[in-house]
């Protein structure tokens, strides 16, 4: 397997002008930032559980963790699906997944001001909130109020630690295997079978609750059993549209010179499927909750039917429609130019379904549509993205050593 390496770029170094390039998106968007709390203060009485300038921080801080976290998902799902296709394009994958440690960060932080009351995100962590008599007290959210409190920070907090560790256990055995010269046994490869498998059943469990517990709790008085896979399959798709855009771009630097057309072509298949499959997700969500008319239920898509039509129907278009039209042949998926440009345009659909989950339950009515404001925080998050991937694919190098399914994937054709 080691005769290939040589024949190829491995080493990556990101152009000076695609660092610039996310270094002035982070600065436009620290602007934009800062501009937003200043217009926007003075008027947290007109919104209703928080301010614009919040909530737009917390929508592209967990946009883009969730990115982080989905390919940490795809990864172990390889290894524990042992799928030797993508074994060519794992460092890749690996890159984007180590952005969730600064997405994880920025969450936390988010969280712990949350509880200190600097932003009203979460209606269930304003004072007196469950104390009868109190000005803010609220009967729906004092009777769920034991699965808040400590026992909310108690998940989190083993959300955060448990997939770092096994995000970085996968990494630093791929990592590890590199370092040998031949690996008779594959043991770092089946360590990382082990670990995804059991990641497999951790994320099929904790990608649902948090769900509930991070953006579900937003809107305290309402549920859905749906949520937790309609968030998932979203942040999926967001993350294979990153990875596909990345690899396409490295591709057309001179880079990534041993990944296939049939593996770019899946990875397209892969965007279309789970397009449907998020589709199906958003529509039978609000499809069974409009017709059972059960008003606790209801009016969670009451709010945006009034205030956010707009908005609804431009999100169910760009990550249907859209992506169903343009990948649909078998060319378009091997057709670079058609993935960019329709990953750009599912990725920022994405980004709004986002801004569509978080802003009725913080900004309401107050609603004026999309602004400057989701444009220059969208921008700082991506900014601050492309920076830690670009280093993290500077780290190691491009193709994985001592992985059993190198040679199958080398030569992976469809």
Same mark, same amino acid.
């Given at each position: 397997?080691?005769?290939?390496?040589?024949?190829?770029?491995?080493?990556?170094?990101?152009?000076?002008?695609?660092?610039?390039?996310?270094?002035?998106?982070?600065?436009?968007?620290?602007?934009?930032?800062?501009?937003?709390?200043?217009?926007?203060?003075?008027?947290?009485?007109?919104?209703?559980?928080? #301010?614009?300038?919040?909530?737009?921080?917390?929508?592209?801080?967990?946009?883009?963790?969730?990115?982080?976290?989905?390919?940490?998902?795809?990864?172990?799902?390889?290894?524990?699906?042992?799928?030797?296709?993508?074994?060519?394009?794992?460092?890749?994958?690996?890159?984007?997944?180590?952005?969730?440690?600064?997405?994880? /960060?920025?969450?936390?932080?988010?969280?712990?001001?949350?509880?200190?009351?600097?932003?009203?995100?979460?209606?269930?962590?304003?004072?007196?909130?469950?104390?009868?008599?109190?000005?803010?007290?609220?009967?729906?959210?004092?009777?769920?109020?034991?699965?808040?409190?400590?026992?909310?920070?108690?998940?989190?907090?083993?959300?955060?630690?448990?997939?770092?560790?096994? %995000?970085?256990?996968?990494?630093?055995?791929?990592?590890?295997?590199?370092?040998?010269?031949?690996?008779?046994?594959? /043991?770092?490869?089946?360590?990382?079978?082990?670990?995804?498998?059991?990641?497999?059943?951790?994320?099929?469990?904790?990608?649902?609750?948090?769900?509930?517990?991070?953006?579900? /709790?937003?809107? #305290?008085?309402?549920?859905?059993?749906?949520?937790?896979?309609?968030?998932?399959?979203?942040?999926?798709?967001?993350?294979?549209?990153?990875?596909?855009?990345?690899?396409?771009?490295?591709?057309?630097?001179?880079?990534?010179?041993?990944?296939?057309?049939?593996?770019?072509?899946?990875?397209?298949?892969?965007?279309?499927?789970?397009?449907?499959?998020?589709?199906?997700?958003?529509? /039978?969500?609000?499809?069974?909750?409009?017709?059972?008319?059960?008003?606790?239920?209801?009016?969670?898509?009451? %709010?945006?039917?009034?205030?956010?039509?707009?908005?609804?129907?431009?999100?169910?278009?760009?990550?249907?429609?859209?992506?169903?039209?343009?990948?649909?042949?078998?060319?378009?998926?091997?057709?670079?130019?058609?993935?960019?440009?329709?990953? #750009?345009?599912?990725?920022?659909?994405?980004?709004?379904?986002?801004?569509?989950?978080?802003?009725?339950?913080?900004?309401?009515?107050?609603?004026?549509?999309?602004?400057?404001?989701?444009?220059?925080?969208?921008?700082?998050?991506?900014?601050?993205?492309? %920076?830690?991937?670009?280093?993290?694919?500077?780290?190691?190098?491009?193709?994985?050593?001592?992985?059993?399914?190198?040679?199958?994937?080398?030569?992976?054709? #469809?």
């Amino acid at each position: 397997m080691g005769e290939h390496r040589g024949e190829y770029k491995l080493k990556f170094e990101a152009p000076k002008n695609a660092q610039w390039f996310a270094y002035g998106l982070m600065a436009v968007g620290l602007i934009s930032i800062i501009a937003m709390f200043a217009s926007d203060h003075g008027h947290g009485e007109h919104y209703h559980a928080g #301010t614009r300038a919040w909530a737009n921080i917390f929508a592209g801080s967990f946009f883009f963790m969730s990115i982080g976290l989905a390919a940490a998902f795809f990864l172990g799902l390889q290894y524990a699906a042992e799928a030797g296709w993508a074994t060519t394009i794992k460092r890749v994958i690996e890159s984007v997944a180590l952005y969730l440690p600064w997405g994880l /960060s920025l969450m936390l932080l988010l969280f712990i001001l949350g509880q200190f009351h600097v932003h009203h995100i979460y209606p269930w962590m304003a004072p007196g909130i469950a104390e009868r008599g109190h000005p803010n007290y609220d009967e729906v959210i004092a009777n769920k109020i034991g699965y808040f409190g400590v026992f909310w920070w108690i998940r989190t907090i083993l959300y955060i630690v448990g997939w770092l560790w096994f %995000t970085f256990k996968l990494r630093n055995n791929s990592l590890a295997a590199d370092q040998l010269e031949i690996d008779v046994n594959n /043991s770092y490869h089946w360590k990382n079978v082990k670990l995804g498998a059991w990641f497999m059943v951790i994320f099929a469990i904790t990608s649902s609750t948090s769900a509930w517990d991070w953006l579900m /709790s937003i809107d #305290t008085h309402w549920f859905s059993t749906l949520f937790g896979w309609y968030i998932f399959s979203g942040m999926w798709i967001s993350a294979l549209t990153m990875i596909t855009m990345l690899i396409i771009w490295l591709k057309k630097l001179g880079y990534l010179e041993f990944v296939t057309e049939s593996t770019i072509h899946d990875m397209g298949k892969w965007m279309f499927a789970i397009s449907f499959l998020w589709t199906y997700l958003y529509f /039978s969500q609000f499809m069974l909750i409009w017709y059972s008319d059960i008003p606790e239920e209801v009016i969670y898509f009451q %709010t945006r039917w009034e205030t956010y039509k707009a908005l609804m129907w431009t999100v169910l278009f760009v990550n249907f429609a859209f992506p169903m039209i343009m990948l649909m042949s078998r060319d378009c998926k091997r057709n670079y130019f058609y993935l960019m440009f329709v990953g #750009t345009i599912i990725f920022i659909g994405h980004y709004l379904d986002v801004i569509m989950i978080v802003m009725p339950g913080t900004v309401g009515h107050a609603w004026t549509g999309l602004s400057w404001m989701e444009a220059g925080t969208f921008l700082f998050f991506l900014g601050l993205f492309l %920076t830690v991937v670009f280093r993290t694919l500077s780290s190691a190098p491009l193709l994985v050593k001592n992985h059993p399914f190198l040679e199958e994937s080398l030569h992976h054709s #469809t």
